[in-house]
């Protein structure tokens, strides 16, 4: 390791442990050869599986894409490591398998077509209640729900590429804050956010922001 502060862990398909933190380079070890290999990605705050060999890296420095399938051959290089973002990212999810949301700490969010390498940004000049985002997460009803300094914004895809924003207090979490890129959906639907004090189940599933049609 180059740090002893490590902050994430993932394993991957392969049989890879990758592990980072805010201080030292990005690591994947290998248990099985015993190898290891690292990349010059540093202060990382939040890694995801993208597909086999490609995972995302949100870090303090920007959002990267890295293509690990070519082996254990000299990392950083053009051909594997791409960085998406220049800006500091607070967090991502994945809506659908070529879909990137990502958070950032004053910039809004992101909506990044991984495919087609292009992007769709959310922030307060759409409506969204800050563009200080702590975690991204989403529902069943394919909702993004964003966590801020200042409440929840959520985002409903509509039709024909249109988007509705709903802001929301915290409610009965008011008192406590939420931390930043520290949340976990479980498998039946709810969230689970760390605030300062303690850990929060929030269940996403119980508001309905359809629009009602009064009866002619």
């Given amino acids: 390791l180059t740090t002893d ?19 030292g380079k990005l690591l994947r070890y290998y248990p099985k050869s015993g190898k290891a290999l690292y990349y010059n990605i540093n202060q990382v705050k939040e890694i995801n599986i993208i ?10 420095s920007g959002l990267y894409i890295l293509d690990y399938s070519l082996g254990f051959k000299a990392p950083g290089t053009s051909c594997n ?10 967090g991502m ?55 801020t300094n200042k409440g929840f914004s959520m985002i409903l895809p509509l039709r024909n590429h249109k988007y509705k924003i709903v802001n929301l207090g915290y409610g009965e979490i008011n008192d406590a ?3 930043p890129v520290s949340s976990i959906q479980t498998h039946d639907g709810n ?14 599933l119980k508001y ?9």
Avoid: H
Wanted: charged fraction near 20%.
């Fill in 191 to 204: 969230f689970i956010y760390g605030t300062t004090e303690g850990a929060v189940l929030f269940n996403p």
């Fill in 177 to 179: 804050e939420m931390l």
């Fill in 93 to 147: 999810y994945f809506s659908r398998p070529n879909v990137l949301w990502y958070g950032t700490d004053g910039m809004g969010v992101y909506c990044y077509n991984i495919t087609k390498r292009k992007s769709l940004n959310f922030s307060m000049k759409n409506g969204l209640a800050s563009n200080y985002i702590y975690s991204v997460q989403i529902d069943r009803n394919n909702r993004i729900w964003l966590t």
């Fill in 81 to 90: 490591l791409r960085k998406i973002a220049n800006v500091d990212i607070s």
């Fill in 5 to 23: 502060f490590v902050r994430t862990l993932k394993c991957d398909g392969e049989g890879g442990i990758w592990i980072a933190g805010l201080y």
């Fill in 208 to 216: 309905d922001f359809s629009e009602y049609k009064a009866p002619m």
């Fill in 51 to 60: 597909k086999p060999g490609c995972i995302s890296v949100a870090s303090s």
